[in-house]
């Protein structure tokens, strides 16, 4: 199964972008980049995903490398409610695999 | 509202018995998931099932056993097998199991045993 690199915390200040990196040197040509994220005590939550192009919605962008081994999620102005652990998850193209969640990386957002 | 409902939010049993945690679905979605989380560790799927009648191991299946007798409701049996229960139960659904479809995750239940 190919699998995610993330760092295991990053902080940032309130109100400025946030740039959370993900490695996956051996995805494959099918799979999504997937990113999630989860709150305490609750379950995660779906933020975007991408397969070769650059990515906006509602709560993020994704930057996908140009070789795809690596990935980066942009918060654009990070809220108190940002704070989280996010996740970076590759996915095949057809599912039929095994949803594979790493520890994360734990996002603290400082006042 | 649709969503996926888990219950309870909290349970507690004593060793050596059998636990069912329900999930439900009303997104009309074909493919849902179990997952275990252990303190400050990701999700670990336990099994999943693409369609009504059908499911799949995941990487723990060892002690729990599932069904899926109908589109919305997908319930975990953790049985006296499991040698570790005690953790957060997460249950998740998907349109379909495919690359591009997003998980909707219900919000958990906590599972402790004694």
């Known amino acids: 199964d190919a699998k995610t690199t993330q760092p295991n915390s990053m902080e940032s200040n309130e109100e400025e972008p946030v740039h959370l990196p993900c490695n996956h040197s051996?995805?494959?040509?099918?799979?999504?980049i997937h990113w999630y994220r989860q709150l305490p005590s609750q379950g995660p939550e779906y933020v975007i995903h991408?397969?070769?192009s650059n990515v906006n919605n509602r709560m993020a962008s994704l930057a996908i490398a140009e070789d795809r081994k690596s990935s980066t999620l942009i918060l654009h102005r990070a809220t108190l409610r940002d704070a989280a652990v996010y996740y970076c998850?590759?996915?095949?193209?057809?599912?039929?695999?095994?949803?594979?969640f790493g520890t994360g990386t734990r996002l603290t957002i400082i006042p | 509202d649709g969503g996926i409902t888990q219950s309870p939010k909290y349970l507690f049993r004593k060793e050596g018995q059998n636990v069912t945690l329900s999930c439900e679905q009303n997104?009309?979605?074909?493919?849902m998931y179990w997952y275990r989380q252990d303190p400050g560790q990701g999700l670990r799927l336990i099994y999943y099932?693409?369609?009504?009648?059908?499911?799949q191991k995941g990487d723990i299946a060892e002690g729990y056993s599932v069904s899926r007798e109908k589109k919305e409701s997908f319930p975990l049996t953790v049985t006296s097998a499991q040698k570790n229960p005690t953790a957060f139960y997460l249950c998740?659904?998907?349109?379909?199991?495919?690359?591009?479809?997003?998980?909707?995750f219900g919000p958990g239940t906590r599972l402790t045993v004694t």
């Open positions: 998740a659904s998907s349109i379909r199991d495919r690359g591009l479809d997003e998980q909707y």
């Open positions: 051996t995805i494959s040509g099918t799979d999504y």
């Open positions: 991408g397969l070769t």
């Open positions: 998850i590759l996915r095949g193209i057809f599912g039929n695999e095994k949803l594979t």
């Open positions: 997104l009309n979605h074909d493919a």
């Open positions: 099932s693409q369609i009504v009648n059908d499911f």
